[in-house]
Nanobody, 125 residues
Framework: VQLQASGGGLVQIGASLRLSCTAS????????MGWFRQPPGKEREFVGT????????YYADSVKGRFTISSDIAKNTVYLQMNSLKPEDTAVYYC???????????????????WGQGTLVTVSS
């Protein structure tokens, strides 16, 4: 399984940015495709995830109301629309896929088997 993420860049406070992540290869249909980020000098943290079964999305409290995950299932692609960006959103953003995750584990990065290469988002003041 390979994940290809794209869409990062340098933006100003309050701007919007959309990341995309496309998965290729063989994986179970009941997958979660999530977004994590690692701010400079900090640990990787959960941003949000898409649950293929039912099409549900889940978000970290820090991004609720500002970030939205959407999907194109036919293309195995998930998007992360980021609005009202803040300096604290600056991070390397990673997409990840896991196909053996139960709901209670959806925010745990260790449960995601496959990871993309990361894309840098910088929010400048």
């Amino acid at each position: 399984v390979q994940l290809q993420a794209s869409g990062g860049g340098l933006v100003q406070i309050g701007a919007s940015l959309r990341l995309s992540c496309t998965a290729s290869g063989s994986f179970q249909r009941s997958y979660y495709m999530g977004w994590f980020r690692q701010p400079p000098g900090k640990e990787r943290e959960f941003v949000g995830t898409f649950r293929r079964s039912g099409g549900y999305t889940y978000y970290a409290d820090s991004v609720k109301g500002r970030f939205t995950i959407s999907s194109d299932i036919a293309k195995n692609t998930v998007y992360l629309q980021m609005n009202s960006l803040k300096p604290e959103d600056t991070a390397v953003y990673y997409c990840a896929l896991g196909d053996r995750i139960i709901l209670s584990e959806h925010a745990n990065p260790q449960r995601y088997e496959y990871w993309g290469q990361g894309t840098l988002v910088t929010v400048s003041s």
